[in-house]
């Protein structure tokens, strides 16, 4: 069920609140797994992130803004590093890290993804050219996509190179017309294209649950059931300009479970094997892509990074001996977080401008109107994704109101928190924190209903600065052209 689908939000919305929120103790109460690792309340009961207060921050920067806490975000990277990298390393093979800079990315991201010592993802000339800007090391850089076009695989082939020498470290190939295509253009820029193919296992995981099937019915990589993932390995190696590293999956987004990870690996390395029987050919690398959940309200509760990494570890080392490859033999794996690590480390912060009660079949809810909405945040109207807020300009004095914060913009389904509790005594002018929000929403902005896109944030030991400025009037009018 899709919230812009008539009668979805009705259904939903006449019950009263869903059944996994529940009614507050402490309506001020901030859950830790929602938020950046320093955010607080002060002893006037405002939120303060990284030693700074929400009102200074809003007086300062104005309304909405997403605030990113920098050393949440490099801890959350670095975790994937160290901790999620432990049973990689024990098993001799090692892990590889690329940030999924579809999430979020900017020139100043850019540099603390290279600075925690990850790689970077990217799927388009656009993002390859934050890279550039930022100064990314093209030896860590993975791209994927499913239509590069080629401006953007010369792009990545010739993308400048510290030591000299050119290209991003991978490709990853999505179809037979990539093939031919790459394979052309490397013959003609005469350098070698380090490759990997996209394999569709037939998962589909989500949250609490995966589907494993044989075929998979999207517009990503190659089918493995239906041999064209075989099929595809044998045109790459027809190619001398292509290096083939390996092979990628890449199953879903928001995942829990590491069950669907596992199937996927399962069926990724039985290719692997294939491969080895039928080439003679042992690939040094294995990506298992990115996906892996993040908690956005109270009914979330992610697995810890540790535990997925150990579980996945051993479905490698499993699946690999079951190959019958020696230790030595075992490819190097990486992965693609996105969300996990930008997610959780961003809020955004709203003004109030409205509250109103509209009665319900049980009780009312408080519409809450702000200074934002489905521009700045998409994911509520695109997904029925949940979300949760709070009161940040003060403590609310109020008991719980079953609440719904909705945006400014002309459409019903401009809604940025579904269901959440607030303090009754709301009004015009406080501001609300919206955690959980560094990941695809200022990714996926717009500016519907000309409404400038607000600025990033990032604030660190006291100090905030600006990663990506507001946009102005002047920015909104700046490609119509006149005459
Ligand atoms: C979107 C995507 C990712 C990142 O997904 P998250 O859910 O943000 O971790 C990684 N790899 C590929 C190929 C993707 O398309």
Known sequence: MRAHEAGALHAHGYGGPPQWLPYPRDVNELLPQLWPASTDRDEQGRLTVAGLDVVSLARDFGTPAYVMDEADFR????????????????????????YAGKAFLCTQVAR??????????????????????????GERIGMHGNNKSMAELEAALSYPRAGGGTGVGRIVLDSFDEIERIAAIAG?????????VRVTVGVEAHTHEYIATAHEDQKFGFSLAGGHAAKAVAAVLEHPQLDLLGLHSHIGSQIFDAAGFEVAAQRTIGLHREVRRR???????????????????????????????????????????????????????????GRAIVGPSTFTLYEVGTVKAVELDRGTRAYVSVDGGMSDNV??????ADYSCTIANRAGQGPPMLSRVVGKHCESGDIVVMDEYLPADLRPGDLIAVPGTGAYCRALSSQYNHVPRPPVLAVRDGHARVLVRRESVADLLALDVEG
């Open 75 to 98: 801890a959350r990277a670095r975790s994937f590093v160290t901790d999620f990298a432990a049973p990689f390393e024990e098993l001799g093979c090692g892990l590889d890290v690329y």
């Open 379 to 384: 994911r509520t109207a695109l997904y029925e």
């Open 188 to 196: 003609r820029l005469g350098v070698s294209a380090p490759v990997m």
């Open 279 to 337: 080439h003679g050919l042992t690939l040094p690398e294995l990506d298992l892509g990115g996906g892996f959940g993040i908690a956005y309200t109270s009914e979330h509760a992610p697995p810890a990074l540790a535990q997925m990494s150990r579980q996945l570890a051993e479905t490698v080392a499993r699946e690999c001996r079951a190959e019958g490859l020696e230790a030595a033999q075992i490819p190097r794996v990486s992965i693609e977080p």
């Open 112 to 137: 603390w993804v290279a600075d925690e010592g990850l790689g970077l993802d990217v799927c388009t000339g656009g993002e390859l050219a934050v890279a550039q800007r930022a100064g990314f090391p």
